[in-house]
């Protein structure tokens, strides 16, 4: 049996395609399966992936019309035959070692999920920081959302991750194929991390998420409405399970309102405001409904909370001053990072380990 299906969905990337393509069959994991759908590119990719094939067995060329990402990403699922599933989207690469590392920690376990963290990649300068999502306090032992519901507000890095082709089918968990949408894998991730049983975490980084194509689908202002599309899809999940929707709602609403911060942050001033009103009328009903309760207010600060459902025209002025935060956050943190791992400090200089 094929241990891990790899699905690589292509869209007009033949500037990455073939990095992406020697980081997985390069892979030291060799008993895998390369699934590349390409969702009617226009650009020489096709053309890359059926050279690719010619070359190695193991790549399986799907071809369709364009459709979006949440489509192909479900063709690729309902081709796959492995005992797990990986992604890799294909503008990114990955280590060497990551299907194989992945998968030992997934087999050690009988993991329905193993999850890793991951680098940020500017291709300009090959410069890469590791994004520790995942503590080492988290790793080395079995857990869950019912047991830990911060792992429903990991980031949703679809591709970090190896997920048990079984549990994936058997609770037909699939990406949503609203067309033409981004932000498809908000509501698989947390679909899947609300349903899995085992899930084991590593503190560990292997894929090389690349941070300056300026045609992926985040950079698109004019997708912006589809996050709140994922998190209507997380509500509508959730009603099918009541005893998750009075777990995990909350957290719901905790990573739809960082989600949606961070979605406005990337339009310009001029369309801004439009989104704050929607952002500001669902937290409103929210909040009049008494969703939002201790745990909410833990995470959310609550005066820019009120600001936003109060005065929505001066919550601009609070994104401005996080617009600003943030930025210089990500200047310290491509400067220096320090870490402390296993009892030990870890310090990164300009990208590099260094202690």
């Not at 390069?26 to 590349?36: A, D, H, M, S, V």
């Not at 797990?84 to 993991?111: C, H, P, R, T, V």
């Not at 005065?311 to 320090?338: A, D, G, M, S, W």
Request: charged fraction near 30%; proline fraction near 2%.
């Amino acid at each position: 049996m094929v241990k891990v299906s790899v699905i690589v969905p292509v869209y007009n990337v033949e500037k990455y395609l073939q990095e992406c393509l020697e980081s997985i069959i390069n892979q030291t994991l060799k008993n895998i399966e390369i699934i590349c759908v390409n969702d009617g590119s226009t650009d020489s990719s096709l053309q890359i992936l059926n050279e690719y094939a010619k070359k190695d067995s193991r790549i399986i060329v799907i071809n369709k019309a364009n459709s979006g990402y949440g489509n192909t990403m479900n063709m690729g699922i309902n081709a796959a035959r492995g005992e797990y599933i990986g992604i890799i989207e294909s503008d990114d690469f990955a280590d060497k070692n990551m299907f194989e590392e992945l998968y030992k920690l997934a087999q050690e376990y009988n993991a329905d999920i193993a999850k890793s963290n991951w680098y940020l990649y500017w291709s300009k300068n090959k410069f890469s920081r590791k994004r520790n999502n995942i503590s080492s306090s988290k790793t080395g032992k079995l857990t869950n959302s019912l047991e830990d519901k911060t792992l429903l507000r990991l980031n949703p890095s679809v591709w970090s991750a190896i997920y048990k082709r079984t549990f994936i089918n058997e609770n037909n968990i699939r990406f949503l194929e609203t067309p033409g949408a981004s932000y498809q894998d908000l509501a698989f991730s947390f679909k899947v991390f609300a349903l899995a049983k085992r899930v084991i975490l590593t503190d560990k980084a292997y894929l090389y998420y690349r941070q300056d194509n300026m045609n992926s689908s985040v950079k698109s202002k004019t997708k912006i409405y589809c996050v709140c599309d994922e998190y209507d899809e997380i509500d509508r999940f959730l009603e099918q399970y009541p005893q998750l929707k009075e777990e995990f709602k909350e957290v719901e609403e905790i990573t739809r309102y960082s989600g949606y911060v961070s979605s406005v942050l990337r339009l310009d001033d001029s369309v801004r405001p439009e989104f704050v009103k929607v952002f500001s009328d669902h937290f409103k009903e929210e909040y009049q409904k008494g969703t939002l309760k201790t745990a909410f207010f833990k995470k959310i600060n609550k005066k820019d909370f009120m600001t936003l459902i109060e005065t929505p025209q001066k919550y601009l002025k609070v994104l401005k001053r996080i617009e600003r935060n943030n930025k210089f956050k990500q200047i310290r943190q491509n400067i220096i990072t320090i870490n402390f791992r296993k009892g030990k400090i870890k310090m990164t200089l300009f990208g590099k380990e260094v202690l």
